[in-house]
């Protein structure tokens, strides 16, 4: 099974309206969570339009490390916690040595800095509205946002939640959903699928994890 992109579909825009997605979660804390992920996508977009060299590259794998929370998110892709799409799963990660947790990692990194860029770059002409900010499982707050493309305003829009955790290092994105489709769910549907298969398990993870980092796009 193919491992899923992280950002399939992302856009970036400066234009933001805000409708009402309902919100349990309090005001502060929404406005924190909504201001941290139109931030974070406003620098990188930048960053994006920029010439491509090894320098902007540098600088786009920097701003991902303060954006994303890679260690929780390798974590709910291997069952800890459940990803908040799946009611009851086996817990992979206890199952791992410290070894194997650094490595599986740094490949997930590696793949997520790999398809942003080459993602985020395709959908530079979109427009995202962000439509409010919910209270969500685990402790996340759950931005959702609509992404337009300018060119083809006929289309629909693309539905992307972006799933913020407050971490002791400040907030991170931990999961995000791209027309009901959650990444740390894909992750670990597949990862499972390796892991309980005969003649497959970790090696297995990892071989395919390094397939697609090398992958030529």
């Known amino acids: ?24 979660a309090s005001a502060d804390e929404a406005a924190d969570a909504q201001a941290f992920v139109q931030a974070q996508h406003g620098k990188i977009s930048a960053l994006l339009r920029q010439p491509a060299s ?18 929780e998110l390798t974590r709910r892709a291997f069952g800890k916690p459940c990803p908040p799409a799946v009611s009851n799963c086996t817990d992979h990660w206890a199952q791992l040595t410290d070894a194997q947790k650094t490595e599986v990692r740094g490949l997930l990194k590696q793949l997520v800095e790999k398809n942003y860029r080459k993602n985020i770059i395709k959908t530079l002409d979109y427009e995202v ?16 946002t609509e992404a337009q493309n300018k060119l083809k305003p006929r289309d629909p829009a693309v539905q992307v939640d972006y799933f913020v955790h407050n971490q002791p290092g400040g907030l991170k994105v931990v999961d995000i959903v791209t027309e009901g489709s959650s ?14 298969t005969e003649g497959q398990k970790y090696p297995y993870v990892v071989k395919k994890l390094q397939e697609k980092i090398a992958k030529k796009d």
């Open 129 to 144: 509205s962000f439509k409010g900010t919910r209270a969500a499982g685990l402790g996340d707050s759950r931005i959702r």
């Open 1 to 24: 099974m193919k491992l899923r992109n992280f950002f399939s579909i992302v856009a970036l825009a400066s234009a933001v309206a805000l409708t009402g997605f309902s919100s349990p």
């Open 54 to 71: 090894g320098s902007r590259d540098s600088q786009i794998n920097a701003a991902l490390e303060t954006f994303v929370d890679y260690d």
């Open 183 to 196: 990444l740390t769910k894909n992750y670990y549907d597949q990862f499972h699928k390796m892991l309980t």
